[in-house]
């Protein structure tokens, strides 16, 4: 099953305004992170928070994460069309050197 | 900048035949990655490499096969092409000490098995 699972699946906003998506996950963690998909093309880093670490922020992007919760959520500030893409979690587990796992996406739609 | 690059953006092949895609980084990492994406299922892990000629099976190994020779090339093989493989494949990269760091992308490639 998945370790880290995107909510909602798909988001369509007017431009400018704010968009908010969520990553629930199952196990401890070291570290979350969050990557956008333009269509058709490669998975692009967007910023890693540390599970010692509740709050980052990079540009128009700020994560969250609840440890206690186990979850974790990417607000997206002023919405432009060019933040139309598929984003998605990645969760390592806290044990061992084991790889990250993606989850299957939430897909952004800004409407102009 | 760091450069993942694959061969191919499109390919198309026949049942049976033998598959090979490249993918090749440019900034000396040490672990390579091979995904590959279907829709609803997000990205699956085939295998990885975290030193050269060093292989670990992902999640879903079975009917692919990889080749790490060189630091900067990781070759996945399919050794006889099912329509059940058609997908997108995503090779990654990151730096090394660990596989949790993060990953860099290439561009990916849409193989269609026919």
């Known amino acids: 099953s998945q370790q880290g699972e995107e909510d909602p699946q798909a988001l369509s906003i007017q431009e400018g305004e704010n968009a908010t998506m969520n990553c629930s996950y199952k196990?401890?963690?070291?570290?979350l992170q969050w990557y956008r998909q333009n269509s058709g093309r490669g998975l692009v880093h967007l910023i890693l928070?540390?599970?010692?670490?509740r709050e980052k922020h990079s540009g128009r992007l700020r994560v969250t994460l609840d440890t206690s919760k186990k979850s974790s959520s990417l607000l997206i500030t002023a919405s432009r069309a060019a933040d139309t893409a598929s984003y998605f979690c990645?969760?390592?587990?806290?044990?061992?050197?084991?790889?990250?796992?993606f989850g299957t996406g939430t897909r952004l739609t800004i409407i102009p | 900048d760091v450069k993942v690059t694959q061969s191919s953006r499109y390919l198309v092949k026949r049942t049976g035949e033998k598959v090979f895609l490249e993918c090749v980084q440019d900034?000396?990492?040490?672990?390579m990655f091979w995904y590959r994406q279907d829709p609803g299922l997000g990205l699956r892990l085939i295998y990885f490499?975290?030193?050269?000629?060093?292989?670990e099976k992902g999640d879903i190994p079975e009917g692919y096969s990889v080749s790490r020779e060189k630091k900067e090339r990781f070759s996945l093989i399919l050794e006889s092409a099912s329509t059940n493989q058609t997908s997108m494949y995503l090779c990654?990269?990151?730096?090394?000490?660990?596989?949790?760091?993060?990953?860099?992308f290439g561009p990916g490639t849409r193989l269609l098995v026919l």
């Open positions: 990654a990269s990151s730096p090394g000490g660990t596989v949790q760091e993060t990953q860099y």
């Open positions: 196990t401890s963690i070291n570290n």
């Open positions: 928070i540390r599970s010692n670490e």
């Open positions: 990645a969760t390592d587990r806290s044990f061992g050197n084991e790889k990250l796992t």
């Open positions: 900034m000396d990492h040490e672990n």
């Open positions: 490499s975290y030193d050269v000629k060093m292989k």
